[in-house]
T-cell receptor, first 115, second 115 residues
Framework: NAGVTQTPKFQVLKTGQSMTLQCAQDMNHEYMSWYRQDPGMGLRLIHYSVGAGITDQGEVPNGYNVSRSTTEDFPLRLLSAAPSQTSVYFC??????????????FGEGSWLTVV | AQKITQTQPGMFVQEKEAVTLDCTYDTSDPSYGLFWYKQPSSGEMIFLIYQGSYDQQNATEGRYSLNFQKARKSANLVISASQLGDSAMYFCAMREGLTGNQFYFGTGTSLTVIP
């Protein structure tokens, strides 16, 4: 029962460093996304993908890069970390299609601190 | 304009009492889904309940019910018989369209259950 798995759970980065947050799901979901959660801001969409080879920007895409080479994996890359990217990051996935009650399944979150 | 508005940053409720968490939404799409998620202090996001825009009856899931008032564009979560384990952040979310995959989240309400 893996669901959505994201790693690492905790990471401290220095300003200017790059890193990749890994995300994998084993539910054959078409749709995957990355959110960041900041106090008082709720969850904001960074990037999303509706299938392998297709990605698009969300509400706060600057400073982040994604790719979707397989259905299962959706890594998030921080190109040059900044203190403003200190946040909790959630990977999520869901079925595409026409079932209105499709919920979104979340990973356990990755706590990132940029110093 | 905000798609999802949660106006209660923090709420307190006595154990065994009922509590209502407010959520209003904004969309011009006649087809949409409304979701509530719970985030305990451990950080994971837990799906609680779903309401579709065409559903005639209010959704219920155990002690959770969704008070759906379509004309007022509100989707309040009611938790009956509160338990200490209900202390958490609660997020309201909306998915526009029957096939849409983007979820819009509110800023959350922190619920504390008092013994």
């Amino acid at each position: 029962n893996a669901g959505v798995t994201q790693t690492p759970k905790f990471q401290v980065l220095k300003t200017g460093q790059s890193m990749t947050l890994q995300c994998a799901q084993d539910m054959n979901h078409e749709y995957m996304s990355w959110y960041r959660q900041d106090p008082g801001m709720g969850l904001r969409l960074i990037h999303y993908s509706v299938g392998a080879g297709i990605t698009d920007q969300g509400e706060v895409p600057n400073g982040y890069n994604v790719s979707r080479s397989t259905t299962e994996d959706f890594p998030l890359r921080l190109l040059s970390a900044a203190p403003s990217q200190t946040s909790v990051y959630f990977c999520a996935s869901s079925f595409g299609g026409q079932y209105p009650g499709n919920t979104i399944y979340f990973g356990e979150g990755s706590w990132l601190t940029v110093v | 304009a905000q798609k999802i508005t949660q106006t209660q940053p923090g709420m307190f409720v006595q154990e065994k009492e009922a509590v209502t968490l407010d959520c209003t939404y904004d969309t011009s799409d006649p087809s949409y889904g409304l979701f509530w998620y719970k985030q305990p202090s451990s950080g994971e996001m837990i799906f609680l309940i779903y309401q579709g825009s065409y559903d005639q009856q209010n959704a219920t899931e155990g002690r959770y019910s969704l008070n759906f008032q379509k004309a007022r564009k509100s989707a309040n979560l009611v938790i009956s018989a509160s338990q200490l384990g209900d202390s958490a952040m609660y997020f309201c979310a909306m998915r526009e369209g029957l096939t849409g995959n983007q979820f819009y989240f509110g800023t959350g309400t922190s619920l504390t259950v008092i013994p």
